[in-house]
């Protein structure tokens, strides 16, 4: 890899840790304002909300100008979202003005991948991207819960200005610092040389310029197919994350610093499932791992029927003098084999997806796209999960519904490619060279 691509890393890496954990800490300030159940899921709706409205004008946005600077200014829009929820702006409000900028970061951070490297190695790219990514998710759920946890959240209010007097505050503090190192990183983003010709300006014509690239990568044989599974994947994995912290109250008795672990845990089976599939899977045979998706709803069903009264109270593993549950310990390895699956699958199809948008459209234009359709699905999919919250829904019944859906989701995708391969020779379609 290039010398750029590890500063793309480390930027992409401070950045994400510190969305991850003001999210945790975004629903610890919701619980201090004891908002109601539902409006936690809509956090999320707020910041991914911006993904879609924002979808015709990111891209034209990322392409005008070289990526690393567009990659500075979007994180200082994050880091105005941060100070504004600090100083009592409501959270939804404020996260939402953190996604705008995290819209606006993401045609960038994924565009210059196809600017600085060639075709065969985006999957090893996607492959360390996706791992980064997972591992700041890792350790900013983490962090965002030991934050806000009280003996830490203490220390840091001691040594802070009198104005921050709760855990949440005190854990946004240090989010802010967290934004600030992303930024260092991304002033030193190399400049790759790519240029565009230059962007449309007016609304109508960014609006009807994305809606030919809209409307190219759906018809695009392999573009279809790699979207309906990104699409699908990033809606459901959204949702899964407050699907987990639910489920971790109801069914294995856990806070909510507790189920950030498990949320943790996911994640780190979804960086050894992307880090498999970048080793063994080359892009000519990304569409095999479609199957795999199947396999994954399956296994989030079984969550459903897993609580801790299937164990004995006290049977569980000594590590040293410590002692882990034996719930625990298996919930732990389930929901890293569920998370291994995702990343295995949907790796190679965002790497496909990357491929075709940037042989037929430009970086940026091509993940405003998708960044388009995997944000609406969010949208969608955690509108309809407030809306089980609010009816009471009990979470083993939406955790089957989930899984159910993502089943037949993949199911329909698999028979649709099945159909375009009697009509395309596709493994020579994802070699077609750029025109």
């Not at 924002?54 to 100008?65: H, K």
């Not at 600085?116 to 965002?144: H, K, Y």
Request: net charge positive; hydrophobic share 55%; with cysteine.
């Amino acid at each position: 890899m290039k010398k750029g691509f590890y500063t793309i890393m480390a930027a992409q890496f401070f950045s994400s840790l510190a969305d991850n954990a003001l999210l945790i800490a975004a629903i610890a300030l919701l619980k201090d304002l004891h908002a109601p159940n539902w409006m936690t899921p809509l956090l999320k709706l707020f910041f991914v909300l911006s993904y879609v409205v924002l979808a015709a004008f990111v891209g034209a946005f990322a392409d005008s100008r070289p990526k690393g600077r567009v990659m500075f200014v979007t994180n200082t829009i994050k880091v105005v979202g941060c100070v504004t929820m600090l100083v009592g702006a409501h959270p939804l409000f404020a996260y939402g003005i953190v996604g705008f900028g995290a819209a606006a970061y993401s045609p960038a951070k994924y565009g210059i991948l196809t600017e600085l490297l060639p075709p065969d190695r985006l999957v090893a790219a996607n492959g360390w991207i996706e791992g980064t990514t997972v591992g700041s998710i890792i350790l900013g759920t983490v962090l965002g819960g030991a934050l806000i946890s009280p003996h830490i959240a203490s220390h840091i209010v001691k040594h802070t200005p009198s104005a921050i007097s709760t855990p949440a505050e005190a854990a946004m503090l240090i989010i802010i610092m967290i934004y600030i190192v992303a930024a260092l990183f991304n002033l030193r983003i190399p400049d790759t040389g790519a240029r565009y010709p230059k962007q449309q300006h007016g609304p109508l014509k960014l609006v009807t310029d994305f809606a030919d690239c809209f409307v190219t990568l759906w018809r695009d044989k392999l573009g279809q197919i790699s979207l309906a599974v990104t699409t699908l994947f990033w809606g459901a994995g959204a949702t899964l994350q407050f699907i987990v912290l639910k489920w971790a109250e109801v069914s294995l008795g856990m806070s909510l610093s507790e189920g950030a672990i498990l949320q943790a845990v996911v994640a780190v089976g979804v960086a050894a499932g992307a880090m498999i599939a970048a080793a063994r899977v080359p892009l000519k045979k990304s569409l095999s791992v479609l199957p795999v998706g199947i396999i994954m709803g399956i296994a989030v069903m079984l969550m459903a029927f897993y609580t801790k009264h299937l164990f004995p109270p006290h049977w569980g593993f000594y590590f040293g003098r410590m002692h882990v549950s034996g719930y625990l310990i298996f919930a732990y390895v389930f929901l890293m084999v569920v998370g291994a699956l995702s990343g295995f699958f949907v790796v190679p199809m965002n790497a496909l997806l990357q491929h075709r948008g940037h042989v037929l459209l430009s970086a940026g234009h091509s993940i405003a796209v998708q960044n388009f359709n995997e944000n609406l699905s969010v949208l969608v999919m955690l509108c309809l999960y407030a809306v089980l919250v609010w009816l009471d829904v009990p979470v083993t019944v939406v955790i089957v519904l989930f899984g159910t859906f993502v089943c037949v989701m993949m199911w329909l995708v698999m028979r649709r490619h099945q159909a375009n391969q009697r009509a395309f020779d596709s493994v020579a379609l994802i070699g077609e060279a750029r025109h």
